[in-house]
């Protein structure tokens, strides 16, 4: 079936535009992360998705930042206010809910977000 | 939250195992260990996962110390094709599901 998918795959923005970032997870899939891979780094965990809600945020880096989720699905992640340190990967995935043993997160190809 | 240590980066002889180590010494008792890997311009891939047992899969092997301070990955016959960065990760609960918790990874490159 689908995997999780993301778009743009590229954006190239100016310093303080505002962008959106989108995320199409796994159909059935009621969790969504977003993460940020920053140029050699590991990925940053943002934040997370419980159907429409967010229960953890703990990881977005500034008020520029904000996500929200609509009917259980498709993501969305806007940074306002450009600035340079925001250029990375951004990264979602998608998994099923709950709190079994057996869990996997499903990433997508991710968004390269450059900012000049 | 839990963290993990992994080497920077490792050479490995395509056809022979490649043994990659990491550290979580502050992993909690019902916190688990997870394998991704990524592959240049892709989104990590989901490899093998445990607790405390061994698991093995058809990918590869998990090797989890006694106390759990410590785990190797095992990819028995390394091919070029598994040349990427393995993520060592602890997954730590979050209202009412999980989150990974990343390192910073080890660049695997399988030579010819």
């Known amino acids: 079936g689908a995997g999780v998918s993301q778009s743009p795959s590229n954006k190239v923005t100016e310093k303080g535009k505002d962008v959106e970032l989108r995320c199409d997870p796994i159909s059935g899939h009621t969790a969504l992360y977003w993460y940020r891979q920053s140029l050699g780094q590991g990925l940053e965990f943002l934040i997370y998705f419980q159907g429409n809600s967010a229960p953890d945020k703990s990881g977005l880096p500034s008020d520029r930042f904000s996500a929200e989720r609509t009917g259980g699905s498709v993501s969305t992640l806007t940074i306002q206010r450009t600035q340079q340190e925001d250029s990375a990967v951004y990264l979602c995935?998608?998994?099923?809910?709950?709190?079994?043993?057996?869990?996997?997160?499903?990433f997508g190809p991710g968004t390269r977000l450059t900012v000049t | 939250d839990a963290k993990t240590t992994q080497p920077p980066s490792m050479d490995c002889a395509e056809g022979r195992a490649a043994n990659l180590p990491c550290n979580h010494s502050t992993i909690s008792g019902n916190e688990y260990v997870y394998w991704y890997r990524q592959i240049h311009s892709q989104g990590p891939q989901y490899i093998i996962h445990?607790?405390?047992n061994n698991e093995t899969n058809e990918m590869a092997s998990l090797i989890i110390t006694e106390d759990r301070k410590s785990s190797t990955l095992i990819l028995p016959h390394a091919t070029l094709r598994d040349t990427a960065v393995y993520y060592c990760i602890v997954r730590v609960a979050t209202s009412g599901t999980y989150k990974y918790i990343f390192g910073t990874g080890t660049r695997l490159k399988v030579l010819a």
């Open positions: 995935a998608s998994s099923v809910m709950g709190q079994g043993a057996y869990y996997e997160q499903y």
């Open positions: 445990g607790l405390k």
